[in-house]
């Protein structure tokens, strides 16, 4: 079973509009979790951390709910720049060992 | 902004062959990391090193491979005898204590022919 699941898409979207992902991930024991974003051929980026209460960086908001083991990430008011891969991160028991979902493509055109 | 170093960003080797990836973690950072990916694949965890020792590898961390930071600066993966199917980008990651985030330098590809 994956540790980190993710729907590959590629979500693609017009300028301006609201496009949100999901994640499922399989340890329970996980105890912090991350989205970043990918670039074709570059490093991954932290894009935020995700907490329990529900987090939101500007136009970003990431939500958690450990019940379910499922964690969002909704874009809001998409701009050209946003086209990337969006990948899920969970960590293992400890915090030494990340979890990397297979990312979701998101492409918005103009 | 501090950031995290990789050299060098491209590496042709032949099968068999010993190579050496380097990283620069970010400066006050205690806890590095090794990732791979392979094309077209997602990141895979491979090691986790704190305090001049691995806290955690995956199962493909094997006995082909080794970590280490030989000085107050640097923290390498050796790979002994590359293998075709070792051809990936390599990522280094470092964090700082009491911090969950992780850092990743730009990578390494390695190309194993």
Known sequence: RKEVEQDPGPFNVPEGATVAFNCTYSNSASQSFFWYRQDCRKEPKLLMSVYSSGNEDGRFTAQLNRASQYISL???????????????????????KFYFGSGTKLNVKP | EPEVTQTPSHQVTQMGQEVILRCVPISNHLYFYWYRQILGQKVEFLVSFYNNEISEKSEIFDDQFSVERPDGSNFTLKIRSTKLEDSAMYFCASKAPLYNEQFFGPGTRLTVL
């Not at chain 1, 720049?81 to 030494?96: E, K, P, Q």
């Open chain 1, 74 to 96: 909704l874009i809001r008011d998409s701009k050209l720049s946003d086209s990337a891969t969006y990948l899920c991160v969970a960590t293992g028991r400890g915090i030494n």
